[in-house]
């Protein structure tokens, strides 16, 4: 049991300061007695002497400078627990809101966790079969990667992150070693219900954790909710072996409630108003992905994100960018042509793919499918382009058939829609279909034995008939 | 005195009150002693930073100085070795203490219990003057380790034990220095990481670091002892380009330095440079590398070090008379651990809340890359490659704009060649090497005499297409009249023949001097030839149909590195298919 302390000194936004407090270490969670009755939690983010300033979860209306008592709890911010978690529902702070009651600490942890180790991590090497064409012959997810979602608003990205976890599971089929875990920061009240119901239509409920920040829930909770997600995925991944799959939304709330945190601060701002150390903190949630040496369990994390403006220099997808191991972006033109998923492959990239794919792990030609792919698809842009200025009946035969291959590479390829799953076999065998309706010249990228072997014009259309015909 | 903790803020703290505490100097932090460096002294604090988490420290816990500033551990040991920014081992971290890294682990950078076979070189009544080699060891297979006096020591051997197996810590030569202070000389010395290395001259750079990369060679080349910068967005290929040029680049050590950047990218890097080989040796390239891991999620006070620490290390070895080439992954990374901790102390920030000394700390890291004679005659160098990752790609910013006036060698990543999956995405227009006119006598005597001919004529080439582009963007490329034409097709083949490079492809990942003057020479006869051809009003059209052009441009595939006589056949080649369109 703490020191209990009478009254505080100073309110300032989130914070409040309190004198005479003594033995008290850094990070140390208070917790705040209001009016003898409604209590709140804090933790202490700097001590000078005898001043404590500690930062108040729950926001600090209605605190004066005498109606509260104060006790430190002499530990860091930690969260309970076990193995029930799974199937469980959270506050960002980590408390229950199912009305289920307290969760049985097997095990505590402090939430902000400890770097890992580089050494003790294990490059991460096998894919996740998503089933979805553009993520997993061009974008390949790969165990133990941290994937970003770059989205705008009103883009399906909570569509996408459904399909890809629905789907994951299924493929993943080692059942029982597969579990969620949900962060939502700042969604809004149907987003998070929309999450749940699609949960549990795929049967996965019992499998999820959640921790729900609504947009309208304090802000300081709304930092804390990552941490809480991460901790517990930690947890599963690591003591109980499990293949944890985090998926974060929305990181751009999330930042802005760090502005806002350290704009009340009077903290000296970096750009667009973000906290200089803005990276660094990201850093500290994206770093938690991972696979470590020794272990049965791994995290991957998909983080989904929206561009204010679908302005991917903003600072947070920027920075999200540098830290993370490659991005799916969200192409509003897209999908305003109806395409879905609208997964512009150009500006998407995925860092681990290259050592995840090909022999012994998807296909021998994968890499090759893929690269030519992306050229191809590179050249559809320009020409498009050129036929923007000149008209498309002008162009060259070679940049018509770049326009043909463009539409069906969209329509097809990328645009399969919420329902279908597409094997790895079929995705690189649609993959050839569409490269067989270019003229042999312009496979530049290819190996001519590669090209002998699976350059079929006759066959093409066929495969590419029966993948629209699945698609509905 | 016993200083005590007054306030915490993040990773600085005070202490009120009088103190013995040097500016600079090195301190242990609090009952986990944490490791902390003095950043300020006012007239009642003394500001610290600290190098790891302060989550539990409380007030009034002790700070104990060290009596001298941060330093590094330097000696036998280093080499295959992976250290935090403040140059804690993390391997034998993880033994110890399992995957995360706790606060204030003690464990000393070098393995103290490891037995070297040391070859004693000096003798009693020997004159040892600073930076002289007293004897050496076999450090890994590649690397023979030269044990040298500390560069601020001198004086007399009056005692000397025979060559022999010794530990780290075994006082091998007793040493009288001219005030008659007697010296125990073991196998290590320390050096602070702030401060430079002595030596005796700077040489001017006047031979290239080859890294079998052509654009870098061939275009923009770096020389021994240079400085570069490889700025680009992300997914632009700064770290692939670094562990290229760090795997096959002729330096006989590299200090690779994961600055702020992704934990998997050092497991990869760890994995690659134990995997790979050497072609020269036969050994894993691993036995010549250092590498200094500070990722992103750990302590970003270590972070700022970091650099630091691994330049130190880049001169120790260079003093030893090596080529040693440094990676610094990400200089950005670096800045922003400037600019975090410029804010805690509530500095007057400059441009985008970087604090004003962040020029004079970049020219200061810049600066200690150099071509040298070493304080005991060898020569070495430490060549310097950092990567700036400017926020939202935008090069303008205060990184970036300072880095450019501390290098000499600039390679910009270009985003949207990356989109169009070329690489090394390495722009043309954009990069430059000011070594260039520096290194072509060494092209002269080494590689070719129409070297840097042949090399400004593929520059032009490629200016020329830029400017076409302007226009073929608004009117379509059939328009052009045809010996434009021929400049557009012969710079396809320079850029998809020549500057793409396949790091994946076992001949292309690295590509010899010759196959690279071979390859341009090669271009550059079927350009001439072919606007023979033009003048004599025959269209680009018929040339292109021969698919000569294609042809070249896979030549990267089709000739090996171990049959560059190949490479001659193409002459005739050209001259065959351009007979059949005359």
């Known amino acids: ?472 | 005195m016993e200083n005590k903790i007054y306030s915490i803020n993040g990773p600085v703290i005070t202490i009120k009150g009088e103190t013995d505490l040097m500016m600079m100097e090195m301190v242990y932090v609090g009952n986990d002693r944490l490791l902390g460096e003095v950043i300020g002294i006012e007239r009642n604090e003394t500001i610290i930073q600290v190098y790891e988490t302060t989550t539990g420290l409380k007030i009034n816990e002790p700070v104990i100085g060290s009596k001298s500033p941060l330093s590094c551990v330097l000696g036998p040991g280093l080499m295959s070795n992976t250290y935090d920014g403040i140059q804690r081992p993390l391997k034998a971290i993880a033994d110890r203490y399992g995957a995360f890294i706790d606060a204030g682990s003690d464990i000393l950078p070098l393995d103290i219990n490891k037995v070297w076979d040391v070859e004693v070189s000096v003798k009693v009544d020997d004159r040892l003057e600073g930076g002289q080699i007293y004897a050496q060891c076999q450090e890994t297979a590649l690397i023979k380790h030269k044990l040298m006096l500390a560069p601020d020591l001198c004086g007399i051997v009056i005692d000397v034990k025979p060559s022999g197996l010794y530990k780290i810590n075994d006082v091998i030569i007793k040493l009288k220095d001219d005030n008659g202070k007697i010296h125990d000389i073991d196998l290590t010395q320390k050096w602070p990481i702030r401060h430079a290395r002595p030596i005796k001259d700077r040489k001017t750079l006047n031979m290239p670091l080859a890294t079998g990369q052509r654009v870098i060679d061939t275009l923009f080349a770096i020389a021994k002892g240079g400085a570069a910068a490889v700025p680009g967005g992300f997914g632009a290929g700064k770290t692939m380009t670094q562990h290229q040029i760090a795997k096959w680049c002729d330096a006989d050590i590299i200090v690779y330095v994961g600055c702020g950047e992704r934990g998997n990218e050092m497991t990869q890097a760890l994995e690659e440079f134990s995997e790979l080989i050497d072609p020269k040796s036969q050994r894993p390239l691993l036995e010549r590398t250092i590498l200094i891991a500070n990722t992103s999620n750990m302590p970003v006070a270590a972070r700022e070090a970091s650099i630091y620490t691994g330049v130190t290390m880049a001169e120790y070895y260079r003093d030893m008379g090596y080529h040693v080439a440094l990676m610094a992954d990400s200089t950005s990374r670096w800045a922003e651990a400037l600019r975090e901790i410029s804010g805690r102390l509530e500095e007057m920030p400059a441009e985008e809340g970087f604090p004003a000394y962040l020029p004079s700390r970049l020219s200061q890291f810049y600066e200690r890359a150099g071509y040298v004679d070493t304080l005991n005659d060898q020569q070495g160098s430490v060549t310097i490659i950092g990567a700036v990752s400017p926020q939202g790609g935008d090069f303008s910013e205060p990184v970036t704009q300072n880095t450019k006036r501390f290098v000499r060698c600039f390679w910009a990543l270009d985003k949207s060649l990356a989109y169009a999956r070329h690489f090394p995405a390495i722009n043309w227009t954009s990069s430059y090497s000011e070594y260039i006119d520096d290194l072509a006598r060494w092209y002269n005597e080494n590689v070719a005499r129409d070297f840097t001919s042949l090399r400004a004529e593929m520059v032009k080439i490629l200016h020329e297409e830029s400017a076409l582009n302007e226009i073929v963007k608004l009117i379509g490329a059939d328009i052009l009249p045809d010996d434009q034409k021929l400049t557009m097709e012969i710079a396809r083949c320079v850029r998809v023949g020549f500057l793409q490079q396949n790091a994946f492809h076992p001949d292309d990942t690295y590509v010899p001097y010759e196959k690279q003057y071979k390859m341009m020479k090669i271009i550059d006869y079927l350009y001439k030839e072919a606007k023979t051809l033009i003048n004599k009003k025959i269209p680009t059209r018929l040339i292109a149909e021969t698919g000569i052009f294609d042809r070249i441009i896979k030549i990267k595939y089709d000739v090996s590195n171990d049959h560059l006589e190949l490479l001659d056949e193409y002459f005739h080649e050209i001259d065959q298919a351009l007979a059949k369109v005359e």
């Open chain 1, 1 to 472: 049991m703490g020191l209990q302390l009478l009254g505080l000194s100073e309110v300032s936004g989130s914070l409040i300061a309190i004198d005479n407090a003594q033995d008290i270490a850094n990070e140390e969670v208070v917790e705040i007695l209001v009016d003898g009755k409604n209590k709140r939690f804090g933790r202490v983010v700097k001590i000078e002497g005898e001043k404590a300033m500690i930062q108040v979860f729950e926001g600090t209306s209605g605190l004066s400078k005498n109606n509260t008592k104060t006790r430190f709890l002499g530990h860091p911010m930690e969260i309970a627990l076990s193995k029930e978690i799974l199937g469980r529902t959270f506050n960002g702070a980590g408390r229950p809101i199912d009305g289920l009651g307290e969760v049985y600490a097997h095990h505590k942890a402090n939430i902000n966790g400890k770097p890992l180790n580089p050494i003790a991590r294990k490059y991460p090497r096998n894919y996740i079969n998503t089933g979805i064409s553009a993520i997993d012959g061009l974008n390949t997810l790969i165990r133990g990667q941290k994937l970003p979602i770059f989205s705008g608003s009103g883009l399906p990205h909570d569509k996408l992150a459904v399909q890809i976890v629905s789907q994951a599971q299924i493929a993943e089929d080692e059942g029982k070693n597969f579990g969620i875990v949900f962060g939502a920061m700042g969604v809004k009240n149907d987003v998070a219900a929309y999450f749940r119901r699609s949960f549990e239509e795929t049967g996965v409920m019992e499998k999820v954790c959640m921790f729900i920040n609504l947009s309208n829930d304090p802000i300081i909770e709304r930092t804390l909710a990552p941490r809480c997600a991460l901790t517990a995925a930690e947890y599963l991944a690591y003591e109980l072996d499990m293949h944890i799959l985090v998926i974060l939304t929305d990181m751009t709330s999330y930042c802005e409630a760090l502005r806002e945190f350290s704009s009340s601060n009077g903290e000296i701002p970096g750009r667009k108003g973000y906290p200089g150390y803005l990276y660094s903190d990201l850093a500290s949630l994206y770093e938690r992905a991972g696979i470590v040496e020794g272990k049965n369990g791994s995290i991957t994390q998909i983080p989904i994100l929206t561009m204010p403006n679908d302005d991917i220099t903003h600072p947070v997808p920027d920075l999200t960018g540098y830290i993370t191991e490659g991005q799916i972006v969200l192409d509003r033109s897209l999908y305003q042509n109806g395409i879905y998923p609208p997964i512009g492959c150009l500006m998407s990239l995925s860092r681990l793919m290259k050592d995840g794919i090909g022999e012994g792990y998807t296909r021998s030609d994968h890499s090759d499918i893929a690269n030519q792919l992306f050229a191809s698809y590179a050249k559809v842009m320009e020409a498009r382009s050129l036929a923007s200025v000149i008209g498309e009946d002008e162009l060259s035969d070679l940049d018509k058939s770049y326009i043909a291959f463009g539409l069906t590479f969209e329509k097809i390829f990328v645009g399969q829609g919420f329902k279908a799953q597409r094997s790895m076999q079929e995705t690189l065998n649609l993959g050839w279909a569409l490269l067989s309706t270019l003229p042999l010249s312009a496979l530049d990228r290819l190996d001519p034995e590669l090209i002998k072997a699976n350059y079929s014009p006759s066959t093409a259309q066929r495969i590419i008939d029966l993948a629209i015909s699945e698609g509905k």
